[in-house]
């Protein structure tokens, strides 16, 4: 029998997002049930979403989580950035079988770990603190009737890191019904007007499907995002699963809900779709 390693709910502090697991099921379902849903082309097969406190970003991550709602996917890709170093500067997955929040535990599916430590180059963890991937779970644990979880936290987001790691997505998850989330920030502590400025270049390059461009300009520091590479890693990997148009969800600033103008994050959700007649491959 495989040994249970739980990873705790280290984000549920009524901080990042609450602790009381009706208080939270409340909250998010009132993010995903309150936005609007938008009438898109083609089959939801990648969410960009924020991972800010869910004061801040809740309401822009329940209008992306709201385009898959019920969806039949087995299988979500979770990548997120590496904001404590824990994965010392290359990919990481934390080392557990099911990550648990206020709302239940969430399986690991530990095959398609496997599988991808013979494909890239991947440490395995134990004890972080990264907020990008938990703070995700709670709105797909409300979103989706049930799935299993592949997470990857990228501590390098260079180039390089991004091809290979989208590469090894798609063949890890070709002919199954998967769901990729990149975990991203935008713009930080700029003042309002400045940061739409950048959010707007940085968006550009998401919307037009371009993971070659979306690199470039982040290397050149022209594209803002804590998680720049794992956006990039995610089209890269849904391009080769036959994705072709990005839409933008909602777009937001932590001005929006807090009085500060003068220092403001940019949050963006960003559907990633594939047309409705493209078989799976």
């Given at each position: 029998?495989?040994?249970?390693?739980?990873?705790?709910?280290?984000?549920?502090?009524?901080?990042?997002?609450?602790?009381?697991?009706?208080?939270l099921r409340r909250e998010v379902t009132s993010y995903i049930e309150n936005a609007k849903?938008?009438?898109?082309?083609?089959?939801?097969?990648?969410?960009?979403?924020?991972?800010?406190?869910?004061?801040?970003?809740?309401?822009?991550?329940?209008?992306?989580?709201?385009?898959?709602?019920?969806?039949?996917?087995?299988?979500?890709?979770?990548?997120?950035?590496?904001?404590?170093?824990?994965?010392?500067?290359?990919?990481?997955?934390?080392?557990?079988?099911?990550?648990?929040?206020?709302?239940?535990?969430?399986?690991?599916?530990?095959?398609?770990?496997?599988?991808?430590?013979?494909?890239?180059?991947?440490?395995?963890?134990?004890?972080?603190?990264?907020?990008?991937?938990?703070?995700?779970?709670?709105?797909?644990?409300?979103?989706?009737?049930?799935?299993?979880?592949?997470?990857?936290?990228?501590?390098?987001?260079?180039?390089?890191?991004?091809?290979?790691?989208?590469?090894?997505?798609?063949?890890?998850?070709?002919?199954?019904?998967?769901?990729?989330?990149?975990?991203?920030?935008?713009?930080?502590?700029?003042?309002?007007?400045?940061?739409?400025?950048?959010?707007?270049?940085?968006?550009?390059?998401?919307?037009?499907?371009?993971?070659?461009?979306?690199?470039a300009a982040l290397m050149r520091e022209q594209a803002h995002a804590c998680g720049g590479?794992?956006?990039?890693?995610?089209?890269?990997?849904?391009?080769?699963?036959?994705?072709?148009?990005?839409?933008?969800?909602?777009?937001?600033?932590?001005?929006?809900?807090?009085?500060?103008?003068?220092?403001?994050?940019?949050?963006?959700?960003?559907?990633?779709?594939?047309?409705?007649?493209?078989?799976?491959?």
């Amino acid at each position: 029998m495989t040994e249970q390693r739980i990873r705790p709910a280290v984000c549920a502090d009524n901080r990042w997002y609450p602790a009381s697991a009706a208080e939270l099921r409340r909250e998010v379902t009132s993010y995903i049930e309150n936005a609007k849903a938008l009438d898109l082309s083609g089959d939801v097969i990648g969410l960009v979403a924020p991972h800010a406190g869910y004061y801040f970003s809740g309401h822009v991550a329940g209008a992306g989580y709201r385009h898959v709602l019920d969806g039949a996917y087995d299988l979500v890709v979770l990548v997120g950035p590496d904001h404590t170093g824990a994965a010392m500067g290359g990919l990481a997955i934390p080392d557990y079988t099911a990550w648990h929040t206020p709302l239940g535990d969430v399986p690991v599916d530990v095959s398609l770990v496997a599988e991808m430590e013979r494909l890239v180059s991947v440490r395995r963890i134990r004890h972080d603190r990264e907020h990008s991937l938990e703070v995700q779970l709670p709105f797909l644990q409300v979103a989706l009737p049930s799935f299993r979880l592949l997470p990857v936290m990228m501590g390098s987001q260079s180039p390089q890191a991004c091809r290979t790691l989208g590469s090894a997505i798609a063949q890890l998850v070709r002919g199954k019904r998967a769901l990729l989330v990149a975990s991203t920030d935008l713009s930080h502590y700029y003042p309002e007007a400045t940061a739409r400025d950048l959010d707007r270049n940085t968006l550009q390059y998401i919307l037009a499907f371009d993971p070659e461009g979306l690199c470039a300009a982040l290397m050149r520091e022209q594209a803002h995002a804590c998680g720049g590479g794992p956006v990039a890693a995610v089209l890269f990997a849904a391009q080769e699963l036959g994705a072709r148009q990005a839409h933008l969800i909602k777009y937001a600033t932590s001005g929006d809900v807090w009085p500060d103008r003068a220092q403001v994050v940019g949050y963006a959700a960003v559907a990633l779709t594939r047309p409705r007649d493209k078989a799976l491959d």
